[in-house]
């Protein structure tokens, strides 16, 4: 069965914080992707990457970046939080060749 | 880019009655189009999709339209179900280009008993 998980459900920052939000799919797939997804906004792309070591910016890449060491894993950086980045977080991961997405539970991060 | 525009945002039919939803894309080159429910507290799943050398499709109450010539397609639940009751986004995306998919704004279908 398809997994896809990250690694908090809630997170409370303070403005100005290193954020990582982490996520693991065990389905070995290529393609990985972080969205936001905020209230009347629907998702948002903000990075993905195809392979290891690979990224591409989406379409709201500002304030923040990722990092991919590893296949599974496809980490979120904010590097200084600030209260504009209080959003619903959503990780997804895909297989070569196909367009269907596997999205991850979501992590509600909230920056005061 | 591409641009999708969702509607409505929401919904609320009575058990039983048929739903729909509506999305119009901007990019005459998106030639895949996946309709995601996301339920409370999970993120979204795929729950059918059509691509553009196909009009109709349908998976037992669930049927998806697409109208190339005017750019939109839409979500028809029939028989609706109080389980049916969730957020659901409607996407578009130029197959091939590693599944970027553009996102409508969501719709919020509510069925009341």
């Known amino acids: 069965d398809v997994k896809v998980t990250q690694s908090s459900r809630y997170l409370v920052k303070r403005t100005g914080e290193k954020v990582f939000l982490e996520c693991v799919q065990d389905m070995d797939h290529e393609n990985m992707f972080w969205y936001r997804q905020d209230p009347g906004l629907g998702l948002r792309l903000i990075y993905f990457?195809?392979?290891?070591?690979?990224?591409e910016k989406g379409d709201i890449p500002e304030g923040y970046s990722v990092s991919r060491e590893k296949k599974e894993r496809f980490s979120l950086i904010l590097e200084s939080a600030s209260t504009n980045q209080t959003s619903m977080y959503l990780c997804a991961s895909s297989p070569p060749a196909t367009d269907t997405q596997y999205f991850g539970p979501g992590t509600r991060l909230t920056v005061l | 880019g591409e641009n999708v525009e969702q509607h409505p945002s929401t919904l609320s039919v009575q058990e039983g009655d048929s739903a729909v939803i509506k999305c119009t894309y901007s990019?005459?080159?998106?030639?895949?189009f996946p309709w995601y429910k996301q339920e409370l507290g999970k993120g979204p799943q795929l729950i059918i999709d059509?691509?553009?050398?196909?009009g109709e499709k349908k998976d037992q109450r669930i049927a998806v339209t697409l109208n190339k010539t005017a750019k939109h397609f839409s979500l028809h639940i029939t028989e609706t179900q109080p389980e049916d009751s969730a957020v659901y986004f409607c996407a578009a995306s130029r197959s091939g280009t590693a599944s970027k998919l553009t996102f409508g704004t969501g719709t919020r279908l509510q069925v009341t008993l």
């Open positions: 990019d005459s080159a998106s030639n895949y």
């Open positions: 990457s195809y392979d290891v070591k690979m990224k």
């Open positions: 059509i691509r553009s050398n196909v």
